[in-house]
Every structure is written in structure tokens, then in C-alpha cells.
């Protein structure tokens, strides 16, 4: 496709505005959309060991690490944050796949009956 709008004499910039550009937007939305779970893992991971945000600041790692010396006594301060945690990525990741079918253009689901 770009070997044939060059030779037609179409210039670079149209020729990244009409073909690259939107052939390569959709798989940069999924692979961020399935990005962003990870990186809440990431935040939330180096907040639990206290590498993260500070104090002030709130955070699900840095709740969970207040949390676990009351968790057979107050089971609730782990269990909130982290149910946040997972249903947020799970959200993102639901998000990502839901994407990843509405975007590939190989995938024609009004075919499918």
C-alpha cells in the first residue's frame, strides 16, 4: 500500500496520515489498555514494600503494608485494597480484550451467526 502511493507521488506526510497512522493506532490502544493492569501491579507492588509513593500520598501497596500486621483481627484493611486492586486490573484487562476484538479488523463479527 505505501510501495503504491508512492508511486503515485503521494509525500510522506500523507502517506503516514492516510496508511501507518491508522493501521498502527489500533494495536497501540489494546497493547496500552492491557499495559495499564500491569502497571498498576507494578505501583502497587513497590508501595507494599515501601519503594513506592510516599506517605502522604495514598496508595493500594502502602495500605496493604499498613494492613497486614491486623490481618486476623481486622481482615478488612487488606481485603478492601486488595479487592481494588484486582477488580481494577481485572477491569483493564477486560478492557484491553474487549478492544483487542472491536479493533482487529480481521475479526468480522457480523459474519458470525
Do not use: C
Not at 493501521?23 to 513497590?46: K, M
Request: glycine share 10%.
Amino acid at each position: 500500500m505505501i510501495e503504491a502511493a508512492r508511486s503515485i507521488g503521494a509525500k510522506d506526510r500523507r502517506i503516514i496520515l492516510r496508511h501507518i497512522l491508522p493501521n498502527a493506532l489500533a494495536p497501540v490502544i489494546v497493547y496500552t489498555a492491557l499495559n495499564i493492569g500491569g502497571v498498576i501491579l507494578a505501583e502497587a507492588g513497590l508501595s507494599f514494600l515501601g519503594l513506592g509513593v510516599r506517605p502522604p500520598a495514598p496508595s493500594w501497596g502502602s495500605m496493604l503494608a499498613e494492613g497486614k500486621d491486623f490481618i486476623f483481627n481486622a481482615s478488612w484493611l487488606v481485603a478492601w485494597p486488595g479487592e481494588a486492586i484486582f477488580f481494577t486490573v481485572l477491569g483493564y484487562n477486560l478492557l484491553g480484550d474487549g478492544l483487542s476484538n472491536a479493533l482487529d479488523p480481521r475479526l468480522n463479527l457480523r459474519r458470525i451467526k
